[in-house]
């Protein structure tokens, strides 16, 4: 179902865990929290994955050709998405097709505010159905795609450019298209089905070249996945992976994928922590609603695989097929499968949990991935053929818990959430490991309203205790970093922050203040609440005002 709120704002269809996991998902929040407690400070053998496409990335700028005529403005309450992506934690933009005066056309829409409302840009001037992905670099340097079309723009959107990908005299498919530090990166096949090349581009030189090695036979079954993140890259296809260094050649190694398994190959790279890591799903055929499927990560490239799972073994989801997957570089590793529904699973560390069990009718994934800790999007594809598209853009901010469809005829979003209309209550408390933590959870009374950044708390205590201010901070031992985005309060969607603090005396003392109320200070006024609250190490911490309530604690 859609929320629709009396002055138009978050039409938003909120999907998030299932009931039979929602507890579960608590649970691991909080052993996350003290895990992450624990080894605050410490390495581990555990793969740190990183962000996968379609994140920021830096890329070339293509030489202009002459401009193509600009579309007519589309209609933005017409607008179906087809492909987005994201260029920093605010800035997005997303492809589709939408109502243009009187006909059909593709257009471009256009957010600053991290998806909460939209605006039409200027889509490229080719007909509907030509482009199929969008992939910007920068919020000057964008790129939309189809199997024989490049278009690019050096503005944001004002004006597109038809540009050249690799192969395309010799009537080569253009198959994907990324960007990492100074290089595009292009996939190609000579035909359908034909050995697959990739090639790069440098920044502001849009010659291609091929990449020495990085040529594979197209796959019997299943499509190549090709996956490129700090100046690496990797593609997959049938029973081989080829990568490297983007500026240098590349390595062949077997997929690890078993003989059965090949059906559909996925891929994640991360080369945060080191050159070479990348995350690897295999899915054999369906069977029914079902498909054998098995992960595992490579740290060197693909010589060598070991299974995903912390302590065993995590054995993937047997329903539906693999379609995709990817990382964040919190840690946290993702699948999406298709069946009767679209679902996504989060690797825990020891077994895949399923996040969200029923997205849209089955559809296949266009873009999937993670922008940051906390923000990933899912594109879907149209359930139907032959008639208009109807694809979904989903976004999430709590690093996978809930997902959004984004309502494209929100233009604006809502006003500034002011006390009035605010009530506030204690979440989570305890302490772990020496530190202390307590959740304040953020709900409105009235209509969505915006919040951004971190609040102004001030802890009273009994005992003589003075009060105190919380001092801001990004991080703590107790929460992790997030990005600084606005976040929007409606019924049946709070808002929640973090104060953390040490739990042990300092100096001579011989016990920590007791805090016995807490107050907020938001526009208009003031809110206080009663907590039971001991802190040692004063000013406590507090976090930045996060969406949901389902933490911000490392996992």
Not at 3 to 17: E, F, P
């Amino acid at each position: 179902m859609k929320r629709v709120s009396s002055d138009g704002h978050a039409k938003l269809r909120r999907v998030g865990l299932t009931a039979d996991s929602l507890a579960r998902f608590v649970a691991l929040a909080a052993s996350a929290l003290i895990v992450a407690v624990g080894l605050s400070g410490c390495q581990t053998s555990t793969p740190r994955w990183a962000p996968a496409a379609p994140t920021p990335r830096a890329s070339p700028s293509l030489a202009p050709s002459d401009p193509l005529p600009l579309s007519a403005t589309p209609s933005p309450s017409t607008f179906t998405p087809i492909s987005a992506t994201f260029v920093s934690a605010l800035d997005g933009f997303a492809l589709g097709i939408a109502t243009c005066g009187g006909s059909v056309c593709t257009a471009l829409e256009v957010t600053t505010d991290a998806g909460w409302s939209w605006v039409p840009g200027t889509g490229p001037a080719v007909p509907p159905g030509s482009l199929d992905h969008l992939r910007f670099a920068n919020q000057d340097d964008g790129y939309a795609y189809g199997p024989q079309e490049l278009e690019a723009t050096l503005d944001g959107g004002a004006q597109w450019f038809r540009s050249t990908y690799p192969g395309e005299a010799d009537g080569a498919v253009l198959l994907d298209l990324e960007a990492s530090g100074d290089w595009l990166v292009a996939l190609v096949s000579a035909r359908e089905g034909g050995s697959l090349q990739v090639s790069r581009s440098p920044v502001g030189r849009p010659v291609w070249t091929p990449i020495p090695g990085a040529t594979l036979s197209g796959a019997s079954q299943g499509a190549p996945d090709l996956s490129v993140v700090g100046g690496w890259g990797f593609l997959l296809s049938g029973p081989s992976v080829v990568g490297g260094e983007l500026s240098g050649a590349w390595t062949p190694h077997a997929t690890g994928c078993p003989a059965n398994l090949q059906a559909s190959e996925r891929l994640a790279a991360d080369t945060a922590e080191s050159p070479g890591w990348f995350l690897l799903g295999c899915s054999g055929p369906e069977e029914g609603a079902s498909a054998p499927k098995v992960t595992m990560f490579s740290t060197d490239g693909g010589a060598t695989y070991q299974p995903t799972g912390y302590t065993s073994l995590a054995t993937p989801p047997s329903t539906g097929q693999l379609d995709a997957m990817a990382t964040s570089d919190s840690g946290a590793a993702y699948m999406v499968t298709t069946a009767a529904d679209t679902s996504v699973y989060l690797l825990d560390g020891a077994e895949w949990e399923a996040l969200v069990g029923s997205l849209g009718p089955g559809q296949q994934v266009k873009d999937f991935g993670f922008t940051n800790v906390a923000q990933g999007l899912l594109v879907l594809d149209s359930p139907t053929s032959g008639a208009r598209a109807q694809g979904e853009l989903y976004l999430t901010r709590d690093a996978g818990a809930t997902w959004e469809e984004v309502d494209f005829s929100i233009t604006a979003p809502p006003g500034q959430c002011l006390v009035a209309n605010l009530s506030m209550a204690a979440g989570v408390q305890g302490a772990a490991l020496g530190n202390t933590i307590a959740q304040i959870i953020l709900q409105t009374r009235g209509a969505p309203c915006s919040m951004e950044g971190y609040p102004v708390v001030t802890l009273s205590g009994a005992d003589g205790y003075a009060a105190t201010t919380a001092q801001p901070s990004p991080s703590s031992y107790i929460f992790q970093a997030r990005p600084e985005i606005p976040v929007v309060i409606s019924e049946g969607t709070p808002a929640s922050f973090y104060l953390s603090d040490t739990d042990a005396p300092q100096g001579d003392a011989s016990s920590c203040p007791e805090f016995t109320s807490l107050t907020v200070s938001v526009p208009g006024g003031t809110m206080s609440s009663s907590i039971d609250l001991s802190m040692c190490t004063l000013p406590p911490l507090v976090s930045i005002v996060v969406e949901g309530v389902h933490g911000l604690s490392a996992g």
